[in-house]
T-cell receptor
Framework: DGGITQSPKYLFRKEGQNVTLSCEQNLNHDAMYWYRQDPGQGLRLIYYSQIVNDFQKGDIAEGYSVSREKKESFPLTVTSAQKNPTAFYLC?????????????FGPGTRLTVL | QKEVEQDPGPLSVPEGAIVSLNCTYSNSAFQYFMWYRQYSRKGPELLMY????GNKEDGRFTAQVDKSSKYISLFIRDSQPSDSATYLCAMSDSGGGADGLTFGKGTHLIIQP
């Protein structure tokens, strides 16, 4: 089955800890994205990557970091510098080189700060 | 400017009714328009994708784009309880949302059996 997987489904973090959220896709998509969703809010773009070993900041990148060492993988690290990290995190991918394609989402990771 | 406006609801309608969901936007560069359905605690699922102005139909769903008014709509015919979800509009000025999509806040839809 082709798709996007995110792990873990639920993640708990203590104050001051860094945590890494996993995102893997087997759709052979070039581009991958991380969004954050808060209650009553739309999705906000954290980081995106259009090609391996390259990534760009989105609208709310502060306190987050990413890497793109493989086409299939785009992990997100939530650092201790992120002051309000409790949220639902969504990873997406896209074959953006096609003008008719769009983004497809994984099932999400719910991060809670204790 | 990347603002997208969407009424958060909740919108509650009886089963079988026609549902109309809408978004307005301000950035005239947007050309690609999407509707996603999101069930509680799940990832968004792509429903409809349209380019530029016009209508697109897929089963019970019809998407309309009016670029002159900066207004997009999603119509659901013969609504079912399983359609109860949050519907997110999204848009982009680049194909495939290459540099990210701009989302509305979502409309919470409830279909009453």
């Amino acid at each position: 089955d082709g798709g996007i997987t995110q792990s873990p489904k639920y993640l708990f973090r203590k104050e001051g800890q860094n945590v890494t959220l996993s995102c893997e896709q087997n759709l052979n998509h070039d581009a991958m994205y991380w969004y954050r969703q808060d209650p009553g809010q739309g999705l906000r773009l954290i980081y995106y990557s259009q090609i391996v070993n390259d990534f760009q900041k989105g609208d709310i990148a502060e306190g987050y970091s990413v890497s793109r060492e493989k086409k299939e993988s785009f992990p997100l690290t939530v650092t201790s510098a992120q002051k309000n990290p409790t949220a639902f995190y969504l990873c997406a991918s896209s074959a953006w080189t096609s003008g008719t394609d769009t983004q497809y989402f994984g099932p999400g990771t719910r991060l809670t700060v204790l | 400017q990347k603002e997208v406006e969407q009424d958060p609801g909740p919108l509650s309608v009886p089963e079988g009714a026609i549902v109309s969901l809408n978004c307005t936007y301000s950035n005239s560069a947007f050309q690609y328009f999407m509707w996603y359905r999101q069930y509680s605690r799940k990832g968004p699922e792509l429903l409809m994708y349209t380019y530029s102005s016009g209508n697109k139909e897929d089963g019970r769903f019809t998407a309309q784009v009016d670029k002159s008014s900066k207004y997009i709509s999603l119509f659901i015919r013969d609504s079912q309880p399983s359609d109860s979800a949050t519907y997110l509009c999204a848009m982009s000025d680049s194909g495939g949302g290459a540099d990210g999509l701009t989302f509305g806040k979502g409309t919470h839809l409830i279909i009453q059996p």
